[in-house]
């Protein structure tokens, strides 16, 4: 087992090679509705831990509102976005399933 310090700040990436790690870990903490990523997708999975606030999320064709105690997983290549929503700050942790972050950016 290894410990390793994280940076302090609430919206701090971690790229897992760098703590012996397979997979790697975005802290998100948005407090302004509309904003977050545009269209991209991964070669692997991602998993979205929503702890607080909501987000309109495009996975593909499909739309959902994830929320504050969900979990969303998008499966690897497909196209997804998302972006906040009114009604309190978005907090999640968003993991990749690699131990570096590859994004390909659609828009």
Known sequence: MTIHPVDAARDADIEGYLIGSPVSI??????RPGAGPR????????T???RAG???FTVG???????????LVVPALVDHRFE???GGTYEATHIHASDRFI???LE
């Open 61 to 71: 064709d499909e739309q959902v509102v994830g929320s504050g105690g969900q979990v």
């Open 103 to 105: 994004t390909e950016w």
């Open 26 to 31: 975005m802290r998100e903490y948005i407090a």
């Open 48 to 50: 979205f831990v929503i």
């Open 54 to 56: 909501r987000a309109l």
């Open 39 to 46: 269209l991209h997708r991964h070669p692997y999975v991602e």
């Open 84 to 86: 906040v929503l009114d």
